[in-house]
């Protein structure tokens, strides 16, 4: 049931790109994605509802395929306040569960 | 709008003992989560409230956790009879149909 995530870490220097998926063996309601750096909560980035939108936030877009019950969240031109673990969360079942199971991360280094 | 307050921070306890967690949601938001966080892994769903109704726990929650969130505003998280692996950070988050928003945690060290 818990989605995963790949890849596990990406090491990256400021500039570069970054992609980062996740899937689920289940049907995806909605697809939530956070960023947590190290000692902090998770913070909220962006939440994909099922339909196949795309959405973006400054530099860091998602898109959500619904057929593959896929995200996949990309970061351009990185930049170092990028890094941390981010974690998609994946909200199942037709109507939505209300709650989120979330992947193992991916961890995200941007070196200068 | 002070965010999702989690009180204590910080937890030490002898293994056997009783502990308490408490949670305060942004106030407009009815959907109150408690989730577990172990290092290197992702949040694991432990709860969630809607308003003070507790409607889903989870199958891994032994009988020693328990919740509750009187009159639907914060909430308290128990662990009866602690063992060293409930040690892991508690996070709680709030939300109004739509992204969450996540404590700072209590992490929880059972020696």
């Known amino acids: 049931q818990q989605p995963v995530q790949s890849p596990q870490a990406v090491i990256l220097r400021e500039g570069e790109d970054a992609v980062i998926n996740c899937s689920s063996s289940?049907?995806?309601?909605?697809v939530h994605w956070y960023r947590q750096k190290h000692g902090e909560a998770p913070v909220f980035l962006m939440i994909?509802?099922?339909?196949?939108e795309q959405k973006g936030h400054e530099k860091i877009s998602a898109s959500f395929n619904e057929k593959k019950q896929q995200s996949s969240l990309y970061l351009t031109a990185s930049q170092l306040s990028y890094s941390g673990t981010y974690f998609c969360?994946?909200?199942?079942?037709?109507?939505?569960?209300?709650?989120?199971?979330f992947g193992q991360g991916t961890r995200l280094t941007i070196n200068p | 709008d002070t965010g999702v307050s989690q009180d204590p921070r910080h937890k030490i306890t002898k293994r056997g003992q009783n502990v308490t967690f408490r949670c305060d949601p942004i106030s407009e938001h009815n959907r109150l989560y408690w989730y577990r966080q172990t290092l290197g892994q992702g949040p694991e769903f432990l709860t969630y409230f809607q308003n003070e109704a507790q409607l889903e726990k989870s199958r891994l929650l032994s009988d020693r956790f328990s919740a509750e969130r009187p009159k639907g505003s914060f909430s308290t998280l128990e662990i009866q009879r602690t063992e060293q692996g409930d040690s892991a950070m508690y996070l709680c988050?709030?939300?109004?149909?739509?992204?969450?928003?996540f404590g700072s945690g209590t992490r929880l060290t059972v020696v």
């Open positions: 994909l509802l099922k339909g196949g």
């Open positions: 969360g994946t909200e199942l079942g037709i109507q939505g569960a209300q709650k989120l199971v």
């Open positions: 988050a709030s939300s109004w149909a739509g992204g969450y928003t």
């Open positions: 289940k049907a995806l309601y909605s």
